[in-house]
């Protein structure tokens, strides 16, 4: 059990900019989180992936926003057109099963200049 | 709507004595409860949780908590408090039949020596 990777850990990049951060699950796990964190807040679901089928998209997703797992594997996470309110830790989790805890990896924190 | 609230924002207690962190919920219907910890620019870390069953659950580290439905509360608690204890806790509630977490705002723990 490798844990779960996120990449980069840090990005900075000016605003307007395009972004991607990749997270790498659990092996055998089937299900994908993504998670946003903002300083002195507990993490906001973003979306869920069930394999590679996208099944859920929070209201926070704006259109600039787009995630995909395309093999079922590990996951991107694409924001365009950076603005200043998306600096954040993005945190990726995966679990086995429904009934089974979220593993959370590090985080990719992204801040805008 | 599902939500979590943790009334304090800071707990310090000294090494050896006991840690309560505490977290009220609200869901309509069965809910499933979670506690987390996260150290300084790290993810999170699965501490345990509460599906169905005993209402004390043991977890990791030494620490438990306690389901109570009539106060709809799962408080985290740890009889003896160690230095390394010091961290930022989450607790995290989701319906049975969903899969996204909700977090609280979390609760910093200190602990002195």
């Known amino acids: 059990d490798t844990g779960v990777s996120q990449d980069p850990r840090h990005k900075i990049t000016k605003r307007g900019q395009n972004v991607t951060f990749r997270c790498d699950p659990i092996s055998e796990h089937n299900r994908l989180y993504w998670y946003r964190q903002t300083l002195g807040q507990g993490p906001e679901f973003l979306t869920y992936?069930?394999?590679?089928?996208?099944?859920?998209k929070s209201r926070l997703l704006s259109d600039r926003f787009s995630a995909e797992r395309p093999k079922g594997s590990f996951s991107t996470l694409e924001i365009q057109r950076t603005e200043q309110g998306d600096s954040a830790m993005y945190l990726c989790a995966s679990s086995l099963g429904v009934n089974q805890p979220q593993h959370f990896g590090d985080g990719t924190r992204l801040s805008i200049l | 709507a599902q939500s979590v609230a943790q009334p304090e924002d800071q707990v310090n207690v000294a090494e050896g004595n006991p840690l309560t962190v505490k977290c009220t919920y609200s869901?309509?219907?069965?809910?499933?409860l979670f506690w987390y910890v996260q150290y300084p620019n790290r993810g999170l870390q699965f501490l345990l949780k509460?599906?169905?069953?005993?209402?004390l659950v043991k977890g990791s580290y030494g620490f438990e908590a306690e389901f109570n439905k009539s106060q709809t509360s799962f408080h985290l608690k740890k009889p003896s408090a160690l230095v390394s204890d010091s961290a930022l806790y989450f607790c995290?509630?989701?319906?049975?039949?969903?899969?996204?977490?909700?977090f609280g705002a979390g609760t910093t723990v200190t602990v002195r020596a």
């Open positions: 509460y599906i169905t069953g005993d209402n």
């Open positions: 995290a509630v989701r319906l049975g039949n969903d899969y996204k977490l909700s």
């Open positions: 992936f069930q394999n590679e089928a996208q099944l859920e």
């Open positions: 869901v309509s219907g069965n809910p499933y």
